[in-house]
């Protein structure tokens, strides 16, 4: 067996679905990186914009208080700002922290000049310390007259990735998209199966109904395709039957010649030896004409209670051969429905419990219900069991050609030709099922038909 990789589907549905699911993910994924990318970026900005604004205004309003008071602002606005730090230095902040990048120090510089006070006042030099990473950022802002303000702004880490909409927007449109996808795959995919069950059915029954052709373009093509191969082996069976028909047919006027012309054979031995023999011929080519009659019959499968047929036959059975009568058994349950061609499998079943009945001197039936029995698929399993001579393991399956009779049968003058057997493999391969025979172990013969449930 080939090795399979675990969590692979079987199914062409699964497979593809599961291709095309993986692609959607990895897009989303792509796309949710990029906007988180983007969304980090203009958060960011906000940020240290706002910390830009943050500390020219706390410059402005020291440079802006009266020198004598500045440390009580000082003071004031370093106890009102939590977090924020701020103190009146000689120099500028000291630090481990880098420079800032210059675009920052730009942007410092772009909201000092927003801020409104008298240009006297604006900062002589400035000092930014810092990067985002660090979570601070160290600003210090030179006065006119030497001192500097250092402030020291704390930067909340930026919350980029998981905001409440845009999850649920996230998780709506994997959704939609995972829903849609497999609706879509289940509904291009369904087509494969009904081709599936369309050639199982065409296995059992040649006249089944025609595909229909529409869909999408190959569906449409391989369901004419498929068409077109059930009509040439519909053609194909017709043209044999008739030919086996035909050939019955032609056959009965010669045997008929022959049999009047034996008439008047003299040696009264030789004569009643050919009389025999073209009667056999005769009983042959009877059943034959029967048998392709029966092949070209297009009977429609019907529900029956195959219980119901099995008891009918052993009773048929027990009324031909009396004396076998109390040697024929049913044992199973009282119904059981299967979908069959009522005439053909009554044919087929009368056939195996006839041959029990005739060589084994009596049938046992046994109905198995699908599951019960050992046999595999879930069949309908029925049992005929004599206890008769039983059969050479070596003959089980030449028994089924056509007109094979064992030695034993022939010296029998049990009336048959040898297509029985013949005929009710034919009948229960064409519904599904099969039919063999074997030895018991015991003794007999058990034949075994079984059939779709
Ligand atoms: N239950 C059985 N016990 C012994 N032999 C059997 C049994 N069923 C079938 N056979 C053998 O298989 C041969 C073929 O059977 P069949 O095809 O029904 O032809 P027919 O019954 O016309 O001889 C029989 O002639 C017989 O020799
Ligand atoms: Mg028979």
């Keep these: 067996m080939k090795r399979r990789l675990l969590l692979w589907p079987r199914s062409l549905g699964g497979r593809t679905a599961l291709v095309l699911l993986i692609s959607l993910t990895l897009v989303q994924v792509a796309g949710l990186a990029i906007h988180a990318l983007d969304r980090r970026d203009a958060l960011r900005f906000a940020q240290l914009r706002d910390v830009a604004v943050r500390a020219a205004s706390i410059y402005r309003t020291i440079a802006l208080a009266d020198p004598d008071n500045r440390v009580g602002v000082v003071r004031a606005i370093d106890a009102r700002e939590g977090g924020t730090a701020v103190s009146l230095d000689d120099g500028p902040p000291v630090s481990a922290l880098p420079p800032a990048f210059p675009e920052l120090q730009r942007l410092l510089r772009v909201n000092m000049l927003l801020v409104p006070m008298p240009p006297a006042l604006r900062p002589r030099a400035f000092v930014w310390l810092g990067e985002p990473a660090a979570r601070q950022m160290l600003i210090g802002m030179q006065m006119p007259d030497g001192l500097w303000v250092n402030v020291r702004l704390p930067l909340a880490p930026a919350r980029w990735f998981l905001s409440g909409t845009f999850l649920a927007a996230f998780l709506l449109m994997t959704a939609a998209a995972g829903g849609l996808t497999l609706w879509a795959v289940r509904r291009l995919t369904r087509p494969v199966a009904t081709l599936a069950a369309a050639a199982e059915r065409l296995g059992r029954d040649v006249n089944a109904a025609p595909l229909p052709e529409d869909g999408p373009e190959e569906i449409a093509k391989a369901a004419a395709a498929f068409n077109t191969m059930a009509a040439r082996i519909r053609r194909f069976l017709a043209d044999r039957n008739f030919m086996l028909a035909a050939i019955g047919h032609d056959l009965r006027t010669p045997i008929t010649r022959l049999k009047l012309r034996a008439e008047f054979i003299e040696d009264e031995e030789l004569r009643r030896k050919t009389l025999a023999d073209l009667d056999e011929l005769e009983a042959m080519v009877a059943a034959t004409l029967a048998f392709g009659r029966e092949t070209l019959s297009d009977e429609a499968p019907a529900p029956l209670d195959l219980a119901e047929l099995l008891r009918t036959l052993l009773d048929e059975a027990a009324d031909a051969w009396p004396e076998a009568a109390e040697r024929c058994t049913y044992r199973g349950p009282d119904h059981l429905t299967v979908s069959a061609r009522p005439l053909a499998l009554k044919r087929a079943l009368t056939n195996l419990v006839g041959n029990a009945v005739k060589y084994g001197g009596g049938a046992r039936i046994t109905l198995l219900p699908a599951g019960q029995a050992r046999m595999p ?45 013949t005929i009710a493999r034919n009948i229960l391969r064409a519904h599904g099922g099969d039919a063999v025979i074997a030895p018991r172990a015991g003794g007999g013969t058990r034949a075994t038909a079984t059939l779709p449930a």
């Design 377 to 421: 698929g879930g069949m309908v399993t029925v049992l005929v069991e004599d206890d008769g001579p039983g059969i050479d393991p070596e003959e089980t399956e030449r028994v089924f050609q056509p007109f094979v009779r064992l030695e034993a049968s022939r010296n029998r003058e049990t009336g048959g030709v040898g297509l029985g057997l």
